[in-house]
């Protein structure tokens, strides 16, 4: 009988064949299911952490092992020879400082003088040398196929290289402990920033929560006058408080907007109340393009605004004039509102600064140390003015460009 047995497919072990693909190194790896693999961009960093860690740790232990082969190599007289005990001697050493290492992370030093940990310390150190050596001594022996015990046993170097141990140890847990200091005085250092953001965000959320109803309810007393005096121009102003509600809205928590944002609001509110004062209200506005390049926190233009028309048109039925001003230089914008107001009078000063200093505040959280505020009074009004620095970001692409 005659069996036929199936034909097999020949077995590829990749090597091209006439009319196949070329191998080629480029070529993505697959996997079982056919997919492309490719290793993760977090397993790729974490190895080259590693990797760097290990290379700084070589480097830092070059110094004692040239150290080490030196001494060997006057003794023995034999660079060969030296060199290998010395990779023996700081080869073992270094293994054994690995444990020493993650010990002192099990003992952490004591806030207090103690004693025991000193104490403790010491017998360590002592156990620590006599390993040491007696896992010198071992490969020594194997390496030389001689009994090395008894040698170094009867040489007077054994002492000296029994304190060596001990100093050793002391390098370790001295490295040890400083890098533990020093994380946790990085970690305190961030919880302490991170505490001051927290107190920030809620001393900015409390003035914006007093900062809302305040311009809410000034915009519907303003209202309420219209309704009741000019009903006509009562429905423009509706409108006009939709648009400014919708903004209020819009900022819901954030630190700084577009500076473009914060002005068109302002023109809204000064178109707001030019319905309610008509020409007692006089507005200049000389702004320049560069400014839009700039964040300022919301509801700051507007403030300063607002505070010009209650304390310099409100106040005197004459009315009078407001003027807002933006320049740019040497990557700074300033911003300043001036009205010609009764700005000398004490009362009238006293309440400037009352609702200025919430203003203050919110510029100092947002931009720190690089903010300037300034306010000044006189028998011409009032000014009040701010400068901030142009962001990192812009900075950047503006220094791109010239380059």
Not at 150 to 179: C, D, H, K, N
Not at 392 to 403: H, T
Request: proline share 5%; glycine share 6%; charged share 20%.
């Amino acid at each position: 009988m005659v069996r036929l047995r199936k034909a097999v497919p020949p077995f590829n072990l990749g090597i091209p064949g006439p009319g196949s693909d070329s191998l080629s190194a480029n070529q993505p790896k697959l996997s079982v299911k056919g997919t492309t693999f490719r290793p993760e961009p977090a397993i790729i960093r974490s190895m080259l952490k590693t990797l760097k860690r290990s290379g700084l740790v070589l480097l830092a232990w070059t110094p004692f092992f040239i150290v080490w082969t030196f001494l060997a190599f006057s003794y023995a007289k034999n660079l060969t020879g030296a060199l290998l005990t010395s990779a023996i001697s700081m080869g073992t050493a270094a293994a054994l400082g690995i444990v020493v290492w993650y010990l002192c992370v099990r003992i952490p030093w004591p806030l207090r003088p103690s004693l025991r940990f000193y104490l403790s310390h010491i017998g360590v150190a002592v156990a620590y040398s006599i390993v040491w050596l007696f896992l010198v001594f071992s490969l020594e022996s194997i390496r030389s196929g001689q009994n090395m015990f008894v040698r170094y046993w009867r040489s007077p170097q054994t002492g000296f290289e029994l304190f060596m141990g001990i100093l050793i140890y002391g390098l370790f847990a001295g490295v040890s402990y400083a890098t533990q200091i020093r994380d946790r005085l990085h970690e305190k250092e961030l919880m302490a920033q991170k505490a001051e953001a927290l107190a920030n965000a809620a001393r900015l959320d409390a003035i914006r929560a007093r900062l809302n109803p305040h311009f809410l309810f000034n915009a519907l007393h303003t209202l309420s006058a219209l309704v009741k005096f000019r009903p006509a121009a009562a429905e423009q102003a509706i409108e006009r408080l939709g648009d400014m509600l919708r903004y209020a809205l819009k900022e819901d928590g954030r630190d700084l907007v577009e500076f473009s944002e914060e002005f068109e609001f302002t023109k809204q509110y000064l178109a707001f109340e030019k319905l309610r004062y008509e020409d007692r209200l006089c507005i200049e506005l000389r702004v320049e393009p560069q400014c839009d390049d700039f964040e300022i926190p919301p509801f700051s233009m507007q403030t300063l605004a607002e505070n010009a028309v209650h304390h310099a048109i409100s106040v005197r039925p004459e009315g009078g004039s407001i003027r807002i001003s933006g320049t740019c230089s040497n990557g700074r914008m300033r911003l300043t509102v001036a009205d010609n107001g009764p700005g000398n009078t004490h009362e009238n000063g006293k309440s400037h600064q009352l609702g200025l200093r919430s203003l203050r505040e919110r510029l100092v959280s947002s931009f720190g140390p690089d903010v300037v505020f300034e306010t000044s009074a006189s028998n011409a009004g009032f000014e009040a003015k701010f400068e901030v620095p142009i962001p990192a970001e812009v900075r950047l692409k503006q220094r791109a460009l010239q380059g």
